[in-house]
């Protein structure tokens, strides 16, 4: 994997381009892509090129590992993806094989517990992420029940399993377990469900269009508790979506393009000024993961791939390494990543981000 | 006329069809007898293909009984029907236009031939080869036996529709209008070889035609429908003097 | 298929098959896992062909087949039972299931009976889905093992490779000779004129719903390869969208032509691969190539083939009849 | 129903050394006839000789592959149907030719579409269901549903309602009963008493000769006879090849 | 008992988009006997013509509208009739149910592509004002896409069945050999019937997607949705179009609140397969023609 200085580093994107992920993966392959052309723009990393090339995933676990494999005869120095857990599951001992670092943006919680030692987490687990959303709802909200509301797909499922088990522990009571289908366009029966079982709150966990449907028809049902949501739907996106509706709409941020940290804002208006759209978590996700790869690379001094993977077990970058990083991140020896997040709310139309939880591991 | 056989082939008792509250047949009955020949005549839309489809199970009649053989088969799979012995044909074109004219003959008489496993490890062509070059043969069909059937012309598609009826070997036969279209000198063929099967095989004939010629020559009984009810029934002359049969359906 | 067309096509299957079995020596780990696809997928687009090509039944239910056989597999081969047993529990349930989705065709047809098997499609999709304690609903099935016959281990990709396309030649076979048998006739009498067939003592009945169950069959074997091919499932591969794409492997290879799933499933397998040197213009590509291909051959790529060789054949002789010229006999 | 050889006929439609068929297969080799005006032409000939491949190509429904076909002094070869409607032909094909999920009224009158402003078309239907009454009752049920004969009256009434110079008609009486038969060979003799011109095929044949002024043998896609329609008719060879000479015997 | 109110005006709503989705299947069946698997995406994509008219070409919402009519008659319209359905109609309706489906897929890639990969807001024409029917919030978006569903159908029913032109298409559609030699201009009447159906799904658009959002996956599921519409309603009767979606509407959210919210999905098709069972024509829909 390690090669003259002449040629170019080789970083292989399998992720979701077309099928139900298609919009997330376009973000995220969007936000790598932008990161590779900085570093190129400023010297490569340790003077060589870097040169990603994209895989389709289609968003279907059998088509990923096609593609990991492609990937991998191209003997790439790191993958990038895919972000659906199934995807991963599919794929991932592949690279393990061929002892190629992984980073994923999935967050279902038994990955990482695979004893596979090539893959790392671009993101909270889900675990984490709900971890922190419990302490929330227990203390901020100070809820005695709440209603879930979750996409079954692969990444709501993932994060109902995980909330469920964290509300258990915090004793907090659910209301109503509700499913809903991804695409779903009309959320009458599920806003009535919910209300129905008067809950102290509303968890909402899903895609962006749907959170914002679901706001949206919260709104006409006049739904009084409040909406609590896990990154997802406090997004700007979902803001922009929902109008008015999304106002009050609060919950934690596991990674915000709206955190109140320069390198961060600034991050988000060249992505914006880029693509003409603003960028979700799965963009900062991919940027920060390809930063977190040069700033590690860097402190190595050379490029290998056995050598990168081992580094990041329980390694570090923080912005002094690379000011892109954007935000301190430590892998532990699962190669789940751990970083700062935020508590934040909708306030007329804009995400406000009201405090900063800081890493659990500190 | 038919020999005095007993029980009757076919036996129609008191059929009813009606759609929608308008009936197309409503109480016709007869019998045919072993080697009969029996033609139905009647206006057009008196119900004579109607009758037909309800004898055969392509229709559930409204009411009304069908018996072969003193067995009743009324409301029977057309299929189930077939391989008791009784084929037919269609007023309108029914071919397998994809299926080359040979094809079409062997598909006619392959569910009579041996069991559903034989039919899948046998002979591809069933054991039918000779007999749907007699086929061919008879009908002037070889010149297009290779070409697909929904290429033939008009009168060739009634030809290869007659010839499928035969293929199975039946007791049998209804015809619905087999001279349509058909040419003369080939009509003159077909009544020939009608007759001969009839008294070589001793298979029994229901024939629904406009033909008089025809049916005068080949029929040894004739049956007359009008709105659905018998008006007439007998041997050919007779029928054709009857002064109710030529009003509504000769003329003068 | 007239002489010469035969004989071109023997000659090109028997090459095909030479080049297939030395394919995998030169590809590298993927090549060999995009023709191990191919083959899979082939077996599941043969049995639609079955169906619809030569019976005339419509099915966009061939997904939900191929899932059942997968499923079936993923769940026994974990638990220890060897693959031949998977194989055939996968196949027969297929077969089973298919039989029993047969009825609705005894009483509709076309675009009706298509939606019945749209339908049905989306709902085992969702017992896929819903079902954790039987198919681990989304998390899907990991870790599912290639068989080893007779000691020969198939877990290298080539082996597995060698040993899907294996079970391929055996299908392709098996329904050539069916499709030659009266059975076969009998399927395209379903398919050409039902009612007439009726009449001739076709007990259509019994044949739509061999017709449905051989086809579906089939696919639970594809499905029966799928699951150690990937060696783990979730319900997302077996949508809809899957049943579309194995119809479209019929129709662009050329329904109701043996050849025809063989090249279709190569075209909608290899052909997106192919064009992915256009990156994100890929799939508008492949989309579009696919709309002017059908254009084109709307009969599909061996109706095409078929137009070609009868460009070679000599003009057919005018149908004869008796002449006035000739005597009277 | 006699026909007068005296009168003077001109040419109408006129076929040189017309080439045409399927496919490779070429079915019109060079075939050339003349239509007399205002008269009844009837084409004979054994099944697949050609001759609805003939009035395929008249009415630009099959490609000409070569030679020319003129009607009225013009060249209409490889017209398209709407102009050689606009043109005053007019064409009934053979077999079954309707809109199965319209009705019988909506049928008919499509009859009428190209038909020019002026012309009072409920005036024509009512005319057209006067002369065939099963219409009118039926006027309101989908046209499917009619029996084979009914459908055939369909079609023939609905030819008439453009009121046609030329009338192509192929096998009308397939399906109809004899009084039916009657009634259309009727209303022919009054369309050619009004100078149209019929060209018609017909296996039916004896009758059709018998109201036809001319008579023309088809065979093998080639013009062998063409002859005033009582000499074909007492021709012996075309009796024993066409006419089914066998029959006239037997039924005699 | 406010709930079930609201779960029914609410169905309704959903139902009355996807009538008005189902009513272009019924009208390609009817009038040129093609199924259009695309037919979602169709309504997916006009709404974007529109936003770039805005966007890019800086027009107001009501000229944007009108643009994007246009060029959804032209591509959607003329272009599909002329580049797809004319070489495979003839061919039976198989290669074009897949050649539409491609187009689906082609349609989806380039408006990813070209547009964008996330859902957008879209402007309303009608103010998304909600007041109350029995306890119930009914909105203005709402009431406006039924209208115009109910509208659309009685006029279609209508032009079918009195008008000469009407029935021509039917005509040309249930024997096109026939009406050629009848002089009906077969090919116009298709084009006419493909043209109709552009200008529908592009109104359809417009009126769905302040509701919808506009996003490049739209199609499929909605496509589906009115698929089985169609088919319960009775797919040779325009008016089975409403039926059908009307109730699959209030199904599904019945379904969702009252029987299962993991199986929402599977009551509507359930319902389909037994109409199509026991009612093979569709609630409302007319008996199949005569067969022997
Ligand atoms: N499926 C149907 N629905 C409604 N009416 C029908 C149906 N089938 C037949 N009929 C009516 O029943 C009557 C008898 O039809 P049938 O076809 O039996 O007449 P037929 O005696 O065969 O006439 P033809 O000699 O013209 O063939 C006709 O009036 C026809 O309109
Ligand atoms: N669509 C077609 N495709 C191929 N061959 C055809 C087609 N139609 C007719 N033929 C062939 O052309 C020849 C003449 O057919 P045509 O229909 O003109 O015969 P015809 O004289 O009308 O016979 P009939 O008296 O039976 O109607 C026949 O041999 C037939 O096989
Ligand atoms: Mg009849
Ligand atoms: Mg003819």
Known sequence: TAGSAAEPIKIADVIELSGTGATTGTNWRNAAAMAIDEINAKGGILGRQVQMTD??????????????QKALDGEPYVILGPIFSGSVKANMNLAQQAEIPQFVGAQAEELTHLGDDYLFRANLSQGAGMAKIANYIHDDIKAKSIAVVWVNNDFGKGGHDAILKQMASAGIKIAADISTESGQADFAADVVKAKSANPDAIFVYSNEEESARFLREAKKQGVAVPLVGETTLLGQKVIDLAGDAANGARGHVSLSPDAPIPAVQAFRDNFKKRYDNLPDHAAMQAYMAVYAIKAMTEKLGKVDSKALAAAFHGGTVTPAMEPNVLMDASWDKNGDVDRDSFLAEVVDGKQKIVAVLPRLAK | MTPGVPKPVLEVRDLHKSFGGIGAVNGVSFEVHEGEILGIIGPNGSGKSTLFNCILGQLRPTAGQVTVDGQSVTGMRPCDLNRLGVSRTFQLLQVFPQLSVRENLLLAGQEHKGTMLSRLFGPRDA???????????????????????????????????????????????????????????????????LKAINRERKSTFVVIEHNMEFVMALCTRILVLAEGRVIAMGDPETVRRDPDVIEAYLGH | ?????????????????????????????????????????????????????????????????????????????????????????????????????????????????????????????????????????????????????????????????????????LVALATWWLIRSPWGRAFVALRENPVRALSLGVDTRRYTLLAFALGSGLGGVAGALYAPLVQFIDPTPFGLGFSLNLLLMVIVGGSGFFLGPFVGTLVAVLLPEWLRFAQGYYLIIYAALVIILLAFC???????FGRLTTALRPVPARPAAATLTETVP | MAIDPGVTLETDL???????????????????????????????????????????????????????????????????????????????????????????????????????????????????????????????????????????????????????????????????????????????????DRGVTILMVEQNAKSALEISDYGLVLELGRMRMQDKARTILEDPRVGQLFLGGGLVEAAG | MGDLIHLITAGLATGAIYALVAIGFVLLWQTSQTINFAQGQFVMLPAFFVLAAMKQGGLPLWAAVLVGIAASVLLLGVGFKKLIVDPMRRHGVLPLVIATVALGLLLEESTKTLFSAQAEAFPALVPSTTFNVLGAPVSLQDLSIIGFAIVAVVALQLFLTRTTTGRCMQAAAQNPEVARILGIPVERMILLTFVINATLVAIASVLISPIYLAKFSNGGALGVAAFVAAIVGGFNQIRGAIVGGLLLGVVSNLAAAYISAQYRDAIPLILLILVILFRPRGLAGRAEERTV
């Not at chain 3, 010469?4 to 000659?11: E, H, N, P, Q, S």
């Not at chain 4, 004899?178 to 050619?192: G, S």
């Open chain 1, 55 to 68: 895989y389709d995933t289609q968003t279907n676990p059998g088509v990923s590992r096609a593609q990991i």
């Open chain 2, 127 to 193: 054991g039918l080869g000779g007999a749907s070059d007699r086929m061919i043969e008879f009908f002037r069909l070889g010149p297009v036996a290779d070409q697909k059937a929904g290429g033939l012309s008009y009168g060739q598609q009634k030809l290869l529709d007659a010839a499928m009826a035969f293929m199975g070997g039946p007791r049998l036969v209804l015809l619905d209008e087999p001279a349509g279209g058909v040419n003369l000198t080939m009509l003159a063929n077909l009544r020939d070889r």
């Open chain 3, 1 to 169: 298929m007239t002489g010469l067309r035969r004989l071109l096509a023997i000659v090109l299957s028997l090459g095909a098959v030479a080049v297939l079995i030395a394919a995998p020596f030169d590809l590298k780990p993927y090549g060999v896992y995009i023709l191990s696809l191919w083959a899979v997928t082939a077996i599941a687009v043969i049995g639609l062909n079955l169906m619809i090509g030569y019976a005339g039944q419509v099915s966009l239910a061939q997904g939900a087949f191929v899932g059942i056989g997968a499923y079936t597999t993923a769940l026994l081969t974990t638990h220890g039972v060897p693959w031949i047993g998977a194989l055939v529990a996968s196949g027969g349930l297929s077969f089973a299931i298919g039989w029993l989705l047969g009825y609705p065709a005894l009483r509709v047809q076309h675009h009706y009976l298509a939606f019945v098997t749209l339908a049905f499609n989306t709902l085992v999709g969702l017992i896929f889905r819903n079902e954790d304690w039987l198919t681990g609903g989304i998390g899907g099935i990991s870790g599912i093992p290639r068989p080893s016959l007779l000691g020969w281990s198939t877990n290298p990709p080539r082996s597995f490779y060698l040993f899907c396309f294996a079970v391929l030649l």
């Open chain 3, 298 to 304: 709307p009969t599909g790529l061996m109706g095409l």
């Open chain 4, 14 to 192: 006129e076929l040189d050394r017309v080439v045409a068929g399927y496919g490779k297969m070429t079915i019109l080799n060079e075939t050339s006839f003349r239509v007399a005006k205002g008269a009844i032409t009837t084409v004979i000939g054994p099944n697949g000789a050609g001759k609805s491949t003939v009035f395929k190509a008249i009415f630009g429904v099959l490609p000409v592959r070569g030679g020319t076909i003129r009607f009225a002094g013009r060249d209409i070869t490889n017209w398209q149907p709407r102009d050689l409607l606009a043109a005053g032909i007019c064409f009934v094909p053979q077999g079954r030719n309707i809109f199965p999920e319209l009705t019988v009224r909506h049928n008919l009158e499509l009859g009428g579409v190209t038909a020019p402003r002026g012309v009072d078309m409920a005036a024509r239907l009512a005319a057209v269901m006067e002369r065939f009454p099963v219409l009118r009752r039926k006027a309101d049920v989908q046209a499917s549903t009619l029996s084979g004969g009914e459908q055939k009256l369909l079609e023939i009434g609905r030819a008439l309602l453009l009121e046609p110079k030329l009338l192509l008609i192929d096998e009308p009486s397939i399906g109809l009963s004899p009084l039916m038969v009657k009634e259309m060979f009727a209303v022919l003799l009054e369309l050619r």
